[in-house]
T-cell receptor, first 114, second 111 residues
Framework: DGGITQSPKYLFRKEGQNVTLSCEQNLNHDAMYWYRQDPGQGLRLIYYSQIVNDFQKGDIAEGYSVSREKKESFPLTVTSAQKNPTAFYLC?????????????FGPGTRLTVL | GQSLEQPSEVTAVEGAIVQINCTYQTSGFYGLSWYQQHDGGAPTFLSYNALDGLEETGRFSSFLSRSDSYGYLLLQELQMKDSASYFCAVEGPTGANNLFFGTGTRLTVIP
C-alpha cells in the first residue's frame, strides 16, 4: 500500500535536547512538506522540498532543520533553539503537478517537551 | 501575505445541510482547497476549486467566487461521522504548491 509514514506517533523529550522526526513516503511524490499544528489551530508550514537535495523555509522555520537526501525521506529536526516545540507535527507530500493542490498527509507525531 | 477567515465552530443536526464559509486574501491566487481532519488524525483532501462555480463530490460540494475572494464547503445529509474540523487553504505566493491553511471550522453534528 502506498502512503506516508511518520514515526514515532508520540515522542517525549527533555528541554534542550534536539529531536528528529521521521517522514517516509512511497508515493513517488517529488514534493514534501512539514507542518506544525497547535491545539485548535490550523497548520503552519515549517519547511518544504520540491526535489531531492533542495528545500525551502516556510512560515515558521526558526528552530527547525531538515534534509532531503532521498526522494522518499524528509526528516525534521526540532532543535533546542525552538522556543515552544510541544505540538502536533504533520508531514505531507504531493506530486508537485499544479492544478489540484492535493497533499497527502501522514498520521503525525505528537511531540511533548518536558 | 495571506489570510483566511472561517467560522471557528458550527453545529448542525444529523441529516441536515451545513455550509462552511471561507474568505481569503492572497497574492497570486491559484485555487481554494478544503481538508477534513478528525480529532487526533491527519487532514484528508476533500475538494479543490480553481475556477468560479460549484464542484460536487458525493455529499460534499465546494463553491468559489474569485471576484469576491470567497468560497464555501457544503455538506449535505449530515452524518455523525462528519463531526470534524474543516480547513480551507490557498497556495503560497512562491508557486511551489505549498499551502497556507485557515484556522479551521469545528463542525459538531448532533442527533
Amino acid at each position: 500500500d502506498g502512503g506516508i509514514t511518520q514515526s514515532p506517533k508520540y515522542l517525549f523529550r527533555k528541554e534542550g535536547q534536539n529531536v528528529t522526526l521521521s517522514c517516509e513516503q512511497n508515493l513517488n511524490h517529488d514534493a514534501m512538506y512539514w507542518y506544525r499544528q497547535d491545539p485548535g489551530q490550523g497548520l503552519r508550514l515549517i519547511y518544504y522540498s520540491q526535489i531531492v537535495n533542495d528545500f525551502q523555509k516556510g512560515d515558521i522555520a526558526e528552530g527547525y532543520s531538515v534534509s532531503r537526501e532521498k526522494k522518499e525521506s524528509f526528516p525534521l529536526t526540532v532543535t533546542s533553539a525552538q522556543k515552544n516545540p510541544t505540538a502536533f507535527y504533520l508531514c505531507a507530500s504531493s506530486p508537485r503537478d499544479r492544478g489540484t493542490d492535493t497533499q497527502y498527509f501522514g498520521p503525525g507525531t505528537r511531540l511533548t517537551v518536558l | 501575505g495571506q489570510s483566511l477567515e472561517q467560522p471557528s465552530e458550527v453545529t448542525a443536526v444529523e441529516g441536515a445541510i451545513v455550509q462552511i464559509n471561507c474568505t481569503y486574501q492572497t497574492s497570486g491566487f491559484y485555487g481554494l482547497s478544503w481538508y477534513q481532519q478528525h480529532d487526533g488524525g491527519a487532514p484528508t483532501f476533500l475538494s479543490y476549486n480553481a475556477l468560479d462555480g460549484l464542484e460536487e463530490t458525493g455529499r460534499f460540494s465546494s463553491f468559489l467566487s474569485r471576484s469576491d475572494s470567497y468560497g464555501y464547503l457544503l455538506l449535505q445529509e449530515l452524518q455523525m461521522k462528519d463531526s470534524a474540523s474543516y480547513f480551507c487553504a490557498v497556495e503560497g505566493p512562491t508557486g511551489a504548491n505549498n499551502l497556507f491553511f485557515g484556522t479551521g471550522t469545528r463542525l459538531t453534528v448532533i442527533p
